[in-house]
Structures are given as structure tokens and as C-alpha cells.
């Protein structure tokens, strides 16, 4: 057993982040922007509507304190689950330059080891898997005298920690009140393979044969609103087999809940939905059902793709934007020194991303039909390293896991952390 460490009680900071800047023409995708992308330590001049409100982030106060207020609105009944019996954060102060709006940040859990997947069960706690130690956590929504209460459910040896791979994403059945199923993605010694079983119990493999390497091994798992499971997954390095229709790498995947091709997939009896891919690690929808998801560059740039049934995305012969009307450009890219995102998430027309080497949360706002506006924003540029797992929780706060405690990593005396951050606006505009 790893001996746990500690935890403190979380923190509230309060931020302010400006406004989205006019609205670009429908259809106009944000371009790559050119940059030094073979320096890490690069970082990006602030959006236009962060330098009018103050050159970016500005803390505005340091309190002892756990939050739970939320302004998104009530969730559907049957996802709601039971939110943390935690005190409301202290009220942010006002003085807000025009259209700015503020961001309550709370330190919910530390001490992790590698957070990797984050999925909710209906009664608000959020199941979160350890990619290195290969343990299932159970975290909230009760309380201890450290904060949300962190226990571990059980520990998978099937999984082996290797490079990038190890235990990956996490997701809850739709059914969960019933079937008490859940569905994770991991690697073994032969491939990475996705298994469903119930908490505690042994994992039946439902998909194998995923390509696995020392990098790229992709690793997200997400049930759609049409009740099918997506999974991402990575090219595993060498840069052929997203464009390979017989291999899984590089692909987004559609299938049953018994890992069978999905009903309705672009090609019969395949369990392909979209390809040319190089590193799915971020699946998200929104309310009109358009799928996200993060793309994890190599040399030049990261993505973020509206995905597109059937589709191809380009990779290993596009990075970032192209020419070639054959593949589909990305909604958003950004230098790979600013970005490598992995988790995505959805606040009403918000998407968000949690970037890895950028260190930084990116918000991209859209139209009620997936069209971006303005430009992209930057949240927690640096200020907790590493970021990758990324949900939206039941009560429409948006939580974030730092990934601190790996290679590429410069941990502090408390990671890994769980964050949670509350947009006083709703994070978006709404229609």
C-alpha cells in the first residue's frame, strides 16, 4: 500500500477573467498561431480582452475555507446527485472592469498520485483513477477534518503503469442506479483495452487490441447523450495508424456497452466514428449534442476538434491547420509550448480545456451552433502546474486535477490536487 498523505484543508481563491472579446464571423475557425514551439518555457501574449482587464489573472484574496455556492443553475433531476455539505465561499468583491467576470477557485483534495480520469456518480461523489498507482478513489461528497473525504475503492493489477499509459479514464454508466457499472481504459503488457465492472469487483474486458507504446496511448472513455460509449484513443508513437481504417489507434471509437460496433457508426460493423487522430484525451458535449475533444500535438501545435461524424482529422500528415479539404481543422489550435490539453469539459456554451505543458485551463466560448467567438482565454496560467483531468460536476462547478507527480512534473508539498473552480456568471453567455 502507498501511504497516504495527509490533507490540508482546500483553499478559495478568487480570480477575475475578462470578457470574450466581438464576435468572429460564422464559420471563421480560430488559425494556428505561429510561435516558438520548441522552447517549453514559452508562453503566449494574453488575449486582448485579458489585457483590458488588468493583463490577466488577478488574485483578489487568500481564505481557509471550502466553497460550494454555484450560479449555473439547477441540473437535470436525475444527475443532480447530492452536492458536498460544505460552506459557501466568501462573496467576491465587486469594482469589475466592464463585461469582466470572477472565478471562485477551491482547493477541494491533495496529496494524489497522478490523477488521470474523473467520472460523477449519482450521488455526487466523482470516482478519480491514479494512472501510475492504478487505484480507483472515491472522492466526496462527504467531509472529513481535511476536507472532501478521499478513499480508496480498490487497486487494479491488471493495469501496468508504462510511459503514458497505465490506468486512464474512467466513466459511469448511464444506468448506473441499476447495472452499478462502470467503464475504464488501461494498459497491459500487450495493448491498452477498455473493461467495465462493478466497484470492487474484477474487470471483464469489453474492447482489446487498442495499440499501446510508451507514449500516445490516448486513454478517455465518455458516454454520449444518444447512450453509446466514445472512446479516444493514440496513434502509440509511430504516426501510421490513424489513417489506418483497420487499426483502433488514432481514432475515436463508437460502440455498446458489450464493445461492439454502435448502431448508426459511418461504416457498418466498424467501431470507428471519426480518425486521423494522434492523442484523444478529452471527450465533452454540450446541450445541442456537438462532441469535443482535445488533441495533444507533437512539435508545433495542440487542438481542440468539433468532431464530426466520419470524419478525418489528419494526423500523422496535418498538424494543427491544413490546406487539404480531405481532413477537418481544428476548432481551436494553439502552440504546442502553450497547450498539449488533455481533459475538455462543457459549462453551458464553454468549453474548457486543461492543458499539460501549457500549465493553464483554456475557455473557449461558442454560439448556440458550435461556432467559436473571440478569442480563446487563459485561466491559472501556472499557478498549479500541470493540469489534466478535467468534468463538469453535477452541481455545474468544473473540477480540475493537476498531474504534478509524473515525469515533466515539478510538484509542490500538496500535489496532486483536485481543484474546483465557479464561474459567478455561468462561465458563458447563455442563449
Not at 504534478?404 to 453567455?429: K, T, Y
Request: aromatic share 6%; with cysteine.
Amino acid at each position: 500500500m502507498i501511504p497516504r498523505r495527509r490533507r490540508a484543508a482546500a483553499r478559495l481563491v478568487t480570480r477575475r477573467i475578462g470578457a470574450p472579446s466581438a464576435t468572429r464571423p460564422a464559420g471563421l475557425r480560430q488559425p494556428a498561431r505561429p510561435g516558438r514551439t520548441d522552447d517549453p518555457s514559452a508562453t503566449r501574449r494574453a488575449p486582448s480582452a485579458l489585457r483590458r482587464a488588468g493583463a490577466g489573472l488577478v488574485a483578489l484574496g487568500l481564505v481557509l475555507i471550502l466553497g460550494t455556492a454555484c450560479s449555473f443553475g439547477p441540473p437535470d433531476p436525475d444527475q443532480a446527485g447530492q452536492p458536498p455539505n460544505l460552506p459557501p465561499p466568501s462573496a467576491a468583491t465587486s469594482g469589475d472592469p466592464a463585461g469582466s467576470q470572477e472565478v471562485a477557485v477551491t482547493v477541494l483534495a491533495k496529496d494524489l498520485e497522478v490523477p488521470w480520469g474523473m467520472a460523477f456518480l449519482p450521488d455526487g461523489a466523482a470516482l478519480v483513477t491514479e494512472r501510475d498507482t492504478a487505484r480507483i478513489l472515491r472522492v466526496g461528497p462527504e467531509t472529513d477534518t481535511n476536507g472532501l473525504k478521499v478513499s480508496e475503492v480498490q487497486r487494479l493489477p491488471e493495469a501496468q503503469a508504462s510511459g503514458d499509459g497505465g490506468l486512464l479514464g474512467i466513466a459511469v454508466s448511464p444506468r448506473y442506479a441499476t447495472d452499478r457499472t462502470v467503464f475504464i481504459y488501461y494498459t497491459t503488457a500487450k495493448d491498452n483495452r477498455v473493461a467495465k465492472l462493478t466497484l470492487g469487483g474484477k474487470p471483464q474486458p469489453i474492447l482489446t487490441g487498442i495499440p499501446r507504446s510508451p507514449g500516445d496511448n490516448g486513454g478517455q472513455v465518455a458516454f454520449g447523450p444518444d447512450g453509446f460509449l466514445y472512446v479516444g484513443t493514440g496513434d502509440a508513437t509511430p504516426g501510421t495508424q490513424a489513417q489506418d481504417p483497420k487499426s483502433l489507434g488514432g481514432k475515436i471509437l463508437r460502440v455498446t456497452t458489450d464493445g461492439k460496433p454502435a448502431p448508426g457508426n459511418p461504416v457498418k460493423n466498424s467501431r470507428v466514428w471519426s480518425s486521423g487522430h494522434r492523442n484523444v484525451r478529452g471527450l465533452a458535449w454540450d446541450s445541442g449534442k456537438r462532441l469535443y475533444a482535445s488533441e495533444s500535438g507533437q512539435k508545433t501545435y495542440g487542438e481542440l476538434n468539433l468532431i464530426q461524424k466520419g470524419k478525418n482529422y489528419g494526423w500523422g500528415r496535418v498538424e494543427g491547420e491544413g490546406a487539404d479539404p480531405a481532413y477537418v481543422n481544428p476548432l481551436v489550435s494553439w502552440p504546442i509550448a502553450e497547450s498539449n490539453c488533455a481533459g475538455v469539459a462543457v459549462l453551458e456554451r464553454m468549453i474548457a480545456s486543461a492543458c499539460l505543458l501549457g500549465k493553464r485551463l483554456w475557455l473557449a466560448d461558442t454560439t448556440g451552433n458550435g461556432t467559436l467567438i473571440g478569442q480563446p482565454q487563459a485561466l491559472l496560467t501556472g499557478e498549479y502546474g500541470r493540469l489534466r483531468a478535467l468534468a463538469t460536476a453535477p452541481d455545474g462547478s468544473l473540477w480540475v486535477a493537476t498531474s504534478n507527480q509524473e515525469d515533466g512534473g515539478d510538484p509542490g508539498p500538496d500535489d496532486d490536487r483536485i481543484i474546483r473552480l465557479v464561474f459567478a456568471d455561468g462561465g458563458a453567455g447563455r442563449s
